[in-house]
């Protein structure tokens, strides 16, 4: 099922100035609820446009956005009541700190939503569990907090929201390979566990083989390819006109049968790769 | 030995955060260092966030002092107190740095103004300068932006400029700090293959301190920091040999050395290491015909 | 968008005016300015008006984007000129009235001579500064033209340093305080709705975490700057030196000249006598 659909958007920058640019053109494609869609593409393909366009933040010049079969421009005013729907968070989400602790920087967007106190109590506390952090930080300011410890706050304050979709723009960009691992396999396992459509831009082959279901790939203002994580791989060549590598991984596996030993199943990460190894060990055994 | 371009000895470093509490926090950055780097060496310093490995950067540029310990610069002991202004200048116009944030180390609002700020406070004649900026920003490829506006180009191209306004003062290291990793793909891609061009082509000595293993992999020499400490020093092979130790420090190693790794672990007997597809896939086939088995 | 708005005006290109010394421009622009304030006969409105044509045509910059430039303030001088005529008496009789006002030919001329005087302003400083310079051009003449207040002690350097700097980063920041509207926006933050009161706490969180970035970024542009040897100007050149030119040199000559002919042309010529008159006997005393 759907949760969200994009219907022939397009968008201008700066229309009717000299500086006017299209940054999408009319684009057309869905992600799946319950899913994790990987949203890739270089700088200046249209994603980030159309991230901003998916809890309302521009408007289409052309086009519609759907959000559970309803188009979300249909009440302009209620445009707000998306943004609690779908959660944004931005890259670099870090530098949007700005309260005195880090409980009431979390506490900001529930407070917007008009919850009582109770209430955002225990959003708060259950935001930063998620976010793998310690209730001690809550009463610290966030600008005390390593770069890691920032970025995992601004991410606690949207799920405190607890949006039905949650759209992560480069949620790992600038860490370390441990921060990367333990910033998106918690989302991942969040929204597994709470059914919520997860939307993640990424600069990353090797990110969208492990923690994704479907990909949308961007080029140029357009829908380049999207499907599910095989079908996007089973054009290699595609990928590569759009610049987009391989991981090395599936390349050295390819390598492999190449040479006749034949490896079956996904093979996508190290994980994937090693088990058919074991299963083509284990075959010849036989 | 004296034959080392840069000397680091038992460098130690503390920095005191007085941010926003009112008592300061200590936080040892840098606890005991040596390092020696030969001249046109091509070195990766890999470490995660807060390791220390920016800090060991600052204090070779000068932007910090350590707390204890010397650095020798082609023989010139920069943390000697009684160097003059224009010594300190002289070694900072040696010592190139390329930061993260690309955009925040321009200062004009024209590229080629900008590439030209660094010769002009060296106090070079207006024609050389004209010369350098011209030569620098072909190097990095942006000659056709000379006349454009920093904020106008993308991450990666911003980066370039940065690297064209350290070129045009004929520095003899350029560290770059972390410098790939606000870039996308391809901005990723062209800095990376300058910096190795400036490396085999003009003789500089490249430090390039990273997180991407993939770029640490490509360097003739990886030095591992982990809390202010040297963890691991040698080439790429025998860095990324050590898969448990990396991953005991938050590091990972490229994916063929992580599944040769994987695969020990599953109980599989694998004598050699390798660290690029090529290698693993050969070594792989050797091992899956039989032939080792 | 914020990010439509365009600072400085700046139109690249290559015409005779453009070519011009930046100090050549300012200096011009400082004549044409007092001019603006001391033309009030006829035939100096006629001059004046013949000299900013021409420089408008010596521009190269079209009759269109002229006056776009007037159009914002339109609006005012329309009220401006209303009330002039409004409430300016003049000697005979008035030329008609109406409620409690009455117009008087004075009134209408100083509604018109105004008006006029503010257009002009507009248009030639305009044509001859922002137009036709590049801010780095026009900081450079600044601190060229004032380099002599460095012998009393004016840090005229850093003015200069601070106003290069200020332009460079200005679209940086409109960006940036765009993105964290956009994030606080999905957080639920409202900007547009709710008392003066609430919409200006609104703005907390977009002003905090712009003014820490921009320490930041200030205090990373100061580390670099430094490690690119910068040290004020000391022992500092210049790639582009400012050199006055054959055609500087007859600009500001033809400048002169105008401006002497328009102070003839404005001074009455009883006036005149009288100036005369008053130089004859200071020179006899002497």
Known sequence: MEKIRIEGVSFIYSKGTPFERRALDGVSCSFEAGKITCLIGHTGSGKSTLVNLLNGLYRPTEGKVYLDGEDIWARPKKITDIRRRVGLVMQYPEYQLFDETVYSDIAFGPKNLGLDAGEIDLRVREAIAFVGLDEALLSKSPFELSGGQKRRVAIAGIIAMRPEVLVLDEPAAGLDPRGRREILGGLTRYVRERGITLILVS???????????????????????????????????????????????????????????????????????????????????? | MNDYFIRCENLSYIYEDTGESAIPVFHPALDGVSLNISRGEYLAILGHNGSGKSTLAKLISMILTPKSGKIYIDGTDITDETLGEDAQYELRRRVGMVFQNPDNQLVATVVEEDVAFGPENLGIPSDEIRKRVDDALSLVGMQDYKRHAPHKLSGGQKQRVAIAGIIAMHPDIIIFDEATAMLDPIGRRDVLAIMERLNREDGITVINITHYMDEAARADRIVVINDGKTLLDGTPDEVFSNVPLLHEVGLEAPQSAELIHALREAGLVINSNAITPEGCRDLLIRLLSGGDR | MISD????????????????????????????????????????????????????????????????????????????????????????????????????????????????????????????????????????????????????????????????????????????????????????????????????????????????????????????????????????????????????????????????????????????????????ILFYKI
């Open chain 1, 203 to 286: 600069h990353s082959m090797e990110d969208m083989a492990s923690y994704c279901d479907n990909v949308v790939v961007m080029k140029d203002a357009k829908v380049f390819m999207q499907g599910t994580v095989d079908e996007v791989f089973s054009h290699p060549d595609e990928l590569d006109a759009v610049g987009l590598d391989t991981p090395e991984i599936t390349k050295l596996a390819q390598g492999l049968i190449q040479a006749g030993i034949v490896l079956s199943g996904a093979l996508y990460t190290v994980e994937d790769v090693r088990d058919a190894i074991l299963r083509y060990i284990g075959g010849n055994a036989q």
């Open chain 3, 5 to 280: 708005i365009t600072l400085g005006q700046f139109f690249p290109g290559s015409s005779i005016l453009h070519r011009l010394d930046p100090r050549t421009k300012l200096l011009l622009s400082l004549l044409y300015i007092i001019g603006v304030f001391l033309l009030n006969t006829p035939m100096a409105f006629i001059l004046y008006t013949l000299i900013t044509l021409s420089l408008i045509l010596a521009s190269r910059i079209s009759m269109r984007v002229i006056l776009k430039g007037i159009k914002p303030i339109v609006i005012v001088l329309i009220f401006t000129m209303i009330i002039n005529i409004l409430l300016t008496s003049g000697e005979g009789e008035p030329l008609f009235s109406f409620l409690i006002f009455a117009v008087y030919k004075e009134g209408i001329i100083r509604a018109f001579f105004m008006a006029y005087r503010v257009i002009m302003l507009i248009v030639g400083s305009s044509v001859l500064l922002t137009y036709t310079t590049s801010p780095i051009a026009l900081t450079d003449g600044l601190e060229s033209l004032l380099s002599p207040l460095k012998l009393i002690k004016v840090p005229v350097h850093l003015f200069a340093m601070m106003m290069t700097i200020a332009l460079r980063f200005i679209p940086t920041l409109i960006e940036e305080t765009e993105t964290i509207m956009n994030a606080q926006k999905s957080r639920g933050a409202n900007f547009t709705e709710g008392s003066i009161i609430k919409r200006a706490r609104a703005l907390i969180p977009i002003l905090v975490p712009l003014f820490v970035s921009s320490f930041k970024r200030a205090e990373e542009l100061a580390v670099a700057m430094e490690c690119r040897c910068y040290r004020g100007d000391v022992g500092r050149t210049k790639m582009n030196k400012l050199k006055y030119r054959l055609r500087d040199i007859l600009w500001l000559t033809v400048g002169a000249l105008l401006f002497a002919g328009l102070i003839l042309l404005s001074v009455k010529s009883a006036e005149l006598s009288a100036l005369g008159e008053a130089m004859r």
